[in-house]
């Protein structure tokens, strides 16, 4: 009897160490950059040739620069060193998540070819359908965006 609650005992007790230590760990924290698995931010597209070129264009892994921890593609070395010089210019807002997700204070992946330039910054969305819907209130859901994304990297 004794050496069954014992058992009981040490079995509780990993179970709130491991627990414990879940919450510390920031596996469960919202990454700063939306990024692939293999660390790549926006799919692997230049940031800059949303801009530049007025159209998405995949960037290649010659002309890649290492970012806020996530590794940036770019399709030329002007465009790279475009962005070097100024990378909030020319990074999407929230980090590369769907504008319109974080306006509803949660986070999406992203499409690349759905896109929007407002005032400067690039916002990137899930689809086309919900850019579509972004579309129909883009500043509205910019001010709610805004007021979200803090509170969401403190996940």
């Given at each position: 009897?004794?050496?069954?609650?014992?058992?009981?005992?040490?079995?509780?007790?990993?179970?709130?160490?491991?627990?414990?230590?879940?919450?510390?760990?920031?596996?469960?924290?919202?990454?700063?950059?939306?990024k692939t698995s293999d660390w790549v931010a926006i799919k692997g597209y230049?940031?800059?040739?949303?801009?530049?070129?007025?159209k998405p264009v995949k960037g290649r892994r010659e002309f890649e620069y290492v970012w806020m921890?996530?590794?940036?593609?770019?399709?030329?070395?002007?465009?790279?060193?475009?962005?070097?010089?100024?990378?909030?210019?020319?990074?999407?807002?929230?980090?590369?998540?769907?504008?319109?997700?974080?306006?509803?204070?949660?986070?999406?992946?992203?499409?690349?070819?759905?896109?929007?330039?407002?005032?400067?910054?690039?916002?990137?969305?899930?689809?086309?359908?919900?850019?579509?819907?972004?579309?129909?209130?883009?500043?509205?859901?910019?001010?709610?965006?805004?007021?979200?994304?803090?509170?969401?990297?403190?996940?």
């Open positions: 009897m004794l050496r069954r609650n014992a058992k009981n005992t040490v079995k509780a007790i990993l179970i709130m160490v491991v627990f414990y230590l879940l919450t510390l760990s920031p596996a469960f924290a919202i990454e700063p950059i939306n230049d940031p800059v040739a949303y801009f530049v070129d007025r921890g996530a590794i940036w593609h770019f399709s030329s070395a002007e465009h790279r060193d475009l962005f070097i010089k100024n990378p909030e210019k020319y990074a999407p807002k929230y980090g590369g998540y769907c504008a319109y997700a974080v306006s509803q204070r949660t986070t999406a992946d992203i499409d690349p070819d759905a896109w929007t330039i407002v005032d400067g910054r690039l916002y990137l969305n899930l689809s086309k359908k919900i850019k579509d819907k972004w579309s129909k209130d883009i500043s509205g859901y910019i001010k709610k965006a805004d007021e979200n994304w803090p509170n969401i990297l403190k996940r």
